[in-house]
């Protein structure tokens, strides 16, 4: 396989990825019950709909999401601190032979404390790097601070339509786990991929997820049967009348 296969494969897996972390933050918003009625006389279609466009929200660029960043950062400068603690006590301990080399005369003596100056000036230099990183590293802190701010006041303004796409996301997972999990099921599934037609591909694990094209499934809302086909409800416009 080629380097830009792979590359587009792996493409593809941070898409799907991003996706389902985007549901599952949908989902964690709790709609009211309101909503849940009113998305469950919907049929999938319109709910898929729904749910694209409050993932358009969430994956947009004002929504990044920057803070599991922090953890690293805030490992990084730990790491520089204590590395800075460490040169500063060697700085110290050179500082205190050369004080006692000053008032020494001899051959000996005197390239003892060339060696101690030439020592001292590569802490120097190595200490000017470890704060230099020190500072990039909380400059970092405070930019995903501001940036995981800002996207917190972003999300609060979307907040009445982030609602109805999560109860979409609840209605949706409620009947694709319906599906999946017929009466007498040997094995329960308990997770479903919204991306997928059926919420998972039957020919594999209940812990497994593959992708397919989009293939009908019953409503359960309406009575009648629809295409739960994400795909083609991309960029759609919601019918009026449908909520």
Do not use: K
């Not at 907040?159 to 997972?173: I, N």
């Amino acid at each position: 396989m080629s380097a830009a296969a792979l590359q587009q494969a792996a493409g593809w897996r941070v898409a799907d990825q991003r996706r389902h972390q985007a549901d599952q933050q949908l989902a964690g918003m709790h709609p009211p019950s309101r909503l849940l009625g009113e998305a469950d006389q919907h049929n999938d279609t319109v709910l898929y709909r729904r749910r694209e466009q409050s993932l358009a929200l969430l994956l947009c660029d004002q929504a990044g999401f920057y803070a599991d960043l922090a953890p690293q950062v805030l490992a990084d400068r730990e790491r520089a601190c204590r590395q800075q603690a460490v040169l500063v006590d060697d700085q110290q301990q050179l500082n205190r032979q050369l004080a006692r080399l000053r008032g020494l005369l001899g051959l000996l003596a005197q390239r003892r404390v060339r060696q101690l100056n030439t020592d001292l000036r590569e802490l120097d230099r190595q200490l000017d790097q470890v704060q230099g990183e020190i500072v990039h590293q909380q400059a970092l802190l405070d930019a995903i601070q501001a940036a995981d701010t800002n996207r917190q006041t972003w999300l609060a303004e979307q907040q009445d339509q982030l609602a109805v796409g999560a109860a979409a996301v609840v209605v949706l997972t409620r009947r694709l786990l319906a599906l999946a999990n017929p009466p007498g099921c040997p094995t329960p599934v308990g997770e479903v991929n919204l991306d997928h037609p059926m919420g998972r591909d039957p020919l594999t694990p209940p812990a497994t997820n593959s992708q397919a094209l989009p293939a009908p499934v019953a409503n359960h809302g309406s009575g009648t049967s629809t295409a739960a086909a994400p795909l083609a409800a991309v960029g759609s416009a919601e019918a009026p009348g449908q909520g």
